[in-house]
């Protein structure tokens, strides 16, 4: 598993911060693996690295409202993380990223109704996702 503060340029890939214990977001984790361009890394909200970067970035170590983005320029929460990560993918996705030009309001109003029903939809796991040995060096060291 990749280090917060890795030796090897690894500071500089985006990272990808999620709810461990949601359905939705671990599908989420598996779409962007599935279209991304393979710099992007991941860590559960709930880990010890994920506390690190969003303490690093002035957020609360227990911050579980929303996934965050963490790049070189900051950390982006809510729609503005969501439309960051699909510079990463594939196209169509890739074209997500013009939603950035819709309100954030608009955004955030349509990201925060997913937020409140995502559990009651989708469902929780009892513990946080587990990467497969294929996916493993994209995702920040556990402590």
Not at 12 to 39: M, Q, T, Y
Not at 56 to 73: E, K, N
Request: proline share 3%; hydrophobic share 40%; glycine share 6%.
């Amino acid at each position: 598993m990749a280090e917060v503060d890795g030796e090897s340029g690894d500071d500089e890939k985006p990272v990808v911060l999620f709810d461990g214990v949601c359905n939705l977001c671990a599908w989420s984790v598996r779409f962007i693996v599935a279209h991304d361009d393979g710099s992007v890394r991941f860590a559960p909200l709930q880990s010890d690295a994920a506390t690190e970067l969003l303490e690093r970035h002035g957020l609360d170590g227990d911050y579980f409202d929303s996934l965050v983005y963490v790049d070189d320029s900051g950390a982006y929460t809510k729609s503005d993380g969501a439309v960051r990560i699909a510079r990463h993918l594939d196209a169509p996705y890739r074209w997500a990223w013009h939603t950035r030009y819709v309100p954030r309001l608009l955004r955030d109003g349509a990201y925060d109704i997913l937020a409140r029903v995502r559990y009651r939809i989708f469902g929780k796991r009892e513990s946080c996702l587990v990467p497969t040995a294929e996916l493993e060096d994209r995702f920040l060291a556990r402590s």
